[in-house]
């Protein structure tokens, strides 16, 4: 079912699996920073109203992912309350899988979450992985 619609992302949701998809749309890359956190924020309210437990993000064409200020709300307003909603995994495919030195390290934070966090460069593999 979908949820949201704009021009620059949309929200869908299967009530049965508990799980929410959401695609980024080309169109999107001309937006500032207030109107990225607006379209984020219908992550977030869709999350609180339905019990959500996968998120399925399609970010292959979010363009912002050099940007200080977005980055600093995603980690400190944003992920928190995904975590506080429930989710328990939250997937995100992208063009490619940039290798980290954190790869194999595991935070206490995140032992203590109960969300865990993926990144996928193919829409199958993350849903598999979902599932």
């Not at 999107?28 to 999350?47: F, T």
């Not at 944003?78 to 490619?96: C, H, Q, S, T, W």
Request: hydrophobic share 40%; net charge negative.
């Amino acid at each position: 079912m979908n949820l949201y619609s704009s021009p620059y992302s949309s929200i869908d949701l299967d009530k049965e699996s508990k799980l929410m998809s959401v695609q980024w749309h080309k169109e999107c890359s001309g937006l500032g920073e207030d109107a990225v956190i607006e379209e984020l924020s219908k992550i977030l309210h869709y999350l609180k109203e339905y019990t959500i437990s996968y998120v399925l993000v399609d970010s292959r064409n979010y363009p912002f992912r050099s940007n200080e200020n977005l980055q600093r709300w995603i980690n400190f307003t944003y992920m928190p309350k995904v975590i506080d909603f429930g989710v328990l995994r939250y997937a995100l495919v992208v063009n490619e899988k940039l290798a980290s030195i954190f790869e194999d390290f595991q935070d206490e934070d995140d032992v203590e979450d109960d969300l865990a966090v993926e990144y996928f460069t193919d829409t199958e593999a993350a849903l598999q992985w979902i599932q």
